[in-house]
């Protein structure tokens, strides 16, 4: 049995009969447990929803988890090892989302899209202080630091210059690429605008300090929410010493209602979509797919992270 475990849109539903067959994938909601379908699972395809030590063992006859993106961190891989299950992501697929995503939070801050749209709603697109507008900017002109350069950034990066930024970069080593390696330091203290491309991982969990930033920079986290200290975050943008913020993760998700990032005029926040993109979901339940072929044919599977 392969199930998939997500809250699937229509047009999701029908990709993944398109892709698989009809009827060949289980469908069970994000929000209701596995327990019913448990001893029967042999693929489990994961979006977002944990899956917990507990769960693999309850499931003897899983065979593989697939997840539908990049970031394996919801997932318990040594439990996963220990019980012989194998876990596979897919690199890349949704990078063209994420990278148009980042570039949309980027603008949205420094244009204060949603400021301007709010008030143009209710009838008051002319009437607010003119000295709103002193706040508002371009990406032209500024230096963005790319904190990880991996598919994703290496989209985003030749966007970016071609709109006129200077374009640096920080990662596990320099690349030979036409932008600037910096150390993460350096990128914090000096880049006008950071966006984040890293997975989150022990060394990594809150390795972003929004007060290492320079003063007045622009936060955009499509990566993961963990990897920066969310009360300094909320301390940043409150105290002026931050800009603004795009992000489209959270320590905590769904973000619950009352979290101090919700009333922060210079925050623009998204549900954890950067990747779910029509296009994304083709191209990786092909990948899954295919992961599900060469499973029942004992294949070497693509993208194995264990």
């Excluded at 690199?91 to 939070?105: I, K």
């Excluded at 009838?123 to 598919?151: C, K, M, Q």
Aim: proline content about 7%; glycine content about 8%.
């Amino acid at each position: 049995m392969i199930v998939l475990h997500a809250r699937p849109s229509p047009g999701f539903r029908e990709a993944v009969d398109a892709i698989f067959g009809p009827g060949v994938v289980v469908h069970v909601d994000e929000a209701a447990p596995l327990d019913a379908v448990a001893p029967d699972i042999t693929a489990l395809l994961h979006v977002l929803t944990p899956v917990t030590p507990d769960f693999i063992t309850s499931a003897p006859k899983l065979k593989l988890i697939q997840k539908l993106g990049v970031g394996v961190n919801t997932i318990a891989l040594d439990s996963a090892q220990s019980h012989g299950v194998a876990v596979c992501n897919m690199p890349g697929a949704n990078s063209q989302a994420v990278a148009e995503m980042a570039l949309s939070l980027m603008m949205a801050v420094l244009r204060r899209t949603c400021f301007f749209d709010a008030r143009t709603r209710s009838g008051e697109g002319w009437t607010a202080d003119p000295s709103e507008l002193d706040s508002v900017g371009e990406i032209g002109g500024r230096t963005v630091g790319l904190v990880g350069f991996g598919n994703s950034a290496q989209l985003l990066a030749p966007v970016l210059a071609a709109l006129g930024a200077k374009v640096v970069y920080t990662a596990r080593g320099a690349r030979d690429v036409p932008y600037e390696y910096w150390p993460l330091d350096r990128l914090l203290a000096e880049s006008d605008i950071v966006s984040l491309h890293i997975p989150l991982t022990d060394d990594t969990r809150a390795s972003i300090d929004p007060f290492a930033m320079k003063k007045g920079a622009v936060l955009v986290n499509t990566a993961r929410g963990e990897l920066v200290d969310e009360a300094k975050l909320v301390e940043a943008l409150t105290s002026g010493h931050l800009r603004g913020a795009g992000l489209d993760v959270f320590a905590e998700e769904p973000l619950p209602r009352g979290n101090p990032l919700l009333g922060l005029p210079n925050a623009v926040l998204a549900p954890h979509i950067a990747w779910l993109t029509p296009e994304t979901l083709v191209r990786s339940l092909t990948v899954a797919q295919e992961n599900c072929r060469r499973l029942a044919a004992g294949e070497a599977l693509l993208h194995q992270v264990v």
